[in-house]
């Protein structure tokens, strides 16, 4: 079955996967995702996946990861790059980040133990664009600097703003 880009609307330059632990994930190799391509767990509907909820079980619910993640924002802020987001996590949170790192790897944070596609950065972004679907975050894109510099745009994070009365 296809796997469409949410970025790209297409499934001309996508791949499908599984990680080590048999987490099902797809891959756009689209140019302008950059040269790792942008990466993501299809899915047909979230009722079909119910343990990909916030509140549900497996890994995350373990690790309370959602909760977590939440906590590395500030209402007052606008949108931080998720590099920011995962730096905030590490901070706050370095046995949790260990464990993550351990299990699937990581670019640069551990060069002894070099991620395939399904990184600890992935499954934290994936966790983000869980809480995003949940209304708890917003999401928008924008270009990567720093060490992420190489994926040319990376996803940027706050929480949602609040109308005034």
């Not at 706050?92 to 944070?109: I, K, M, V």
């Amino acid at each position: 079955m296809p796997a469409f880009c949410p970025l790209c609307a297409s499934d001309d330059r996508t791949e499908t996967h599984e990680a080590d632990d048999g987490t099902p994930y797809a891959v756009c190799f689209h140019p302008s995702h950059g040269q790792d391509g942008y990466l993501w767990e299809p899915t047909t509907s979230r009722t079909e996946t119910p343990d990909r909820s916030s509140g549900s079980g497996g890994l995350g619910a373990e690790l309370e990861i959602w909760d977590k993640l939440l906590t590395c924002f500030e209402s007052s802020e606008d949108f931080i790059s998720y590099g920011e987001v995962e730096d905030r996590f590490i901070a706050r949170y370095p046995s949790e980040a260990t464990l993550l790192l351990h299990r699937y790897g990581h670019r640069w944070r551990d060069p002894e133990h070099r991620s395939g596609q399904y990184s600890m950065s992935a499954y934290l972004a994936l966790r983000l664009r869980d809480l995003e679907k949940d209304g708890l975050l917003e999401l928008e894109w924008g270009p990567a600097k720093g060490p992420w510099a190489y994926n040319e745009i990376i996803s940027q994070w706050r929480l949602p703003r609040r109308s005034e009365p």
